[in-house]
């Protein structure tokens, strides 16, 4: 069984950073991409990055370009979320997911610039960012 605990959310000030984590188990990471997607209150789900286990390939949205970085820790499993210079709008509900196979993050048809294009079948609780201005 496929299970992903996310944790590192919190309130910051606009232009502060935090980050986030996601250990994941029970899947063979080099076969999956792992994303993150966040939730916004009112707005759909949108995966605004990923990285795949494959060859470390990442995906960022535009929104979110510049200032987020994804990492993978491969002995601990783990997918770190580096979020820079955050913004207002960065403020949602943010999950990490998984998703076999690994070219949901770097296949061709895999996104647009704004963001993942398919569902993913494997979710994180969720951890929430909140920014103030």
């Known amino acids: 069984e496929v299970q992903l605990v996310d944790t590192g959310g919190g309130l910051v000030q606009a232009g502060e950073s935090l980050r986030l984590s996601c250990v994941a188990s029970?899947?063979?990471?080099?076969?999956?991409?792992i994303a993150w997607f966040r939730q916004a209150p009112g707005k759909r789900r949108l995966g605004v990055t990923c990285i795949s286990g494959h060859d470390n390939s990442t995906y960022y949205a535009d929104s979110v370009k510049g200032r987020f970085t994804i990492s993978a820790d491969r002995a601990k499993n783990t997918v770190h979320l580096q979020m820079d210079n955050l913004k207002p709008e960065d403020t949602a509900v943010y999950y990490c997911a998984a998703q076999w196979p690994y070219t949901y993050c770097t296949g061709s048809d895999a996104y647009t610039s704004e963001g993942l294009k398919y569902a993913y079948d494997h979710w994180g609780q969720g951890t929430q960012v909140t920014v103030s201005s």
């Open positions: 029970g899947l063979r990471f080099e076969d999956y991409s």
